[in-house]
């Protein structure tokens, strides 16, 4: 029995609303996945949706990635192409076209990828980011043409290009459509480094499948955050296959980087200022002072700043 979801919550929400006849709202409190922790929202936010209780990376979504690598006020997230959104008319025990649906219902989004332009610390970049809340960020048409899409417009802006992905694969509903999207975004990746822009690639928990074996593994600088899962077949799938014993912490960020995989493992509190020296250094411009530094569109204390949309 949780004591807090069970007993704290429903009497502290019983006498808010006899005091005031306010409801408490329910995402005030959020349990980590990791370690069972209840965090309160407002030092979740100031923790970067890190659990002060066992460090776990929790998952965030775009609008959290914009706000913590944006500049304050300068960014403006790119329109997402138009696409069939469901090609094949695939239905298994349930319609693809209502999955697509729900899960716009469920994100506010139309799809798995969001990219946006702006600056971090001045530097003019792209950040896209590969939601796993949509349909397991799975890789169809819609999410390689928002890809190359966001890389064309890197190169047009000669902008440094940052994706965030998380993902379980290509999306098995769109078929040989959808495993045509990994040379389609390698070809991309090509256009950046013929353009002699910077391309680098954040592993966020869970990367796996065509998306691993594809773009997410091409960047000029490999990162990821802490404990995140990185692989292309799953640990159970390798286990049963080769019949041994995997070693501890297996396609673990952690693992992959002792073996030489990623060229780093970055805390979310620190992804910022890594990103701003990595790119700043990449592209041989002088990175401006600490007290000539822009803020955040969103700091650690939770202090949000009005981004354009």
């Not at 349909?135 to 290009?161: H, I, N, P, Y």
């Not at 959808?178 to 990367?207: C, H, N, W």
């Amino acid at each position: 029995m949780n004591w807090i979801t069970n007993l704290v919550r429903p009497r502290i929400k019983k006498l808010i609303t006899k005091g005031g006849g306010r409801d408490t709202p329910e995402n005030l409190w959020r349990k980590c996945s990791a370690c069972g922790e209840m965090i309160f929202h407002r030092e979740l936010v100031a923790n970067f949706y890190v659990c002060p209780n066992c460090g776990h990376h929790l998952r965030i979504g775009p609008a959290e990635r914009f706000a913590f690598t944006f500049d304050a006020n300068s960014y403006t997230e790119l329109p997402p192409p138009q696409v069939t959104s469901d090609p094949l008319r695939f239905k298994a025990e349930k319609r693809y076209s209502d999955e697509i649906k729900a899960a716009r219902a469920k994100t506010a989004r139309p799809e798995a990828f969001s990219a946006a332009r702006g600056t971090l610390d001045g530097l003019p970049i792209l950040v896209s980011v590969q939601a796993f809340d949509f349909l397991g960020g799975s890789l169809g048409m819609a999410v390689g043409e928002a890809f190359v899409q966001a890389a064309e417009a890197a190169v047009a802006e000669k902008r440094a290009f940052i994706l965030f992905v998380s993902s379980g694969g290509a999306r098995m509903q769109e078929s040989m459509l959808s495993l045509m999207q990994m040379p389609r975004t390698t070809i991309a990746v090509q256009m950046l480094k013929e353009a002699g822009l910077p391309y680098v690639a954040v592993f966020t928990d869970p990367t796996f499948g065509g998306v691993s074996a594809s773009y997410a593994m091409l960047g000029d600088v490999q990162i990821a955050e802490p404990g995140a899962q990185i692989g292309f077949a799953g640990a159970r799938v390798i286990a049963q296959t080769i019949r041994e014993k995997l070693p501890e912490g297996f396609q673990r960020a952690e693992y992959l980087l002792a073996h030489g995989m990623l060229d780093m493992v970055t805390p979310r509190r620190k992804m910022r200022e890594t990103l701003s020296r990595l790119l700043h250094l990449l592209l041989k411009k002088p990175r401006p002072k600490a007290r000539d530094l822009p803020p955040p569109a969103l700091n650690g204390n939770g202090r949000a700043a009005v981004a354009a949309q």
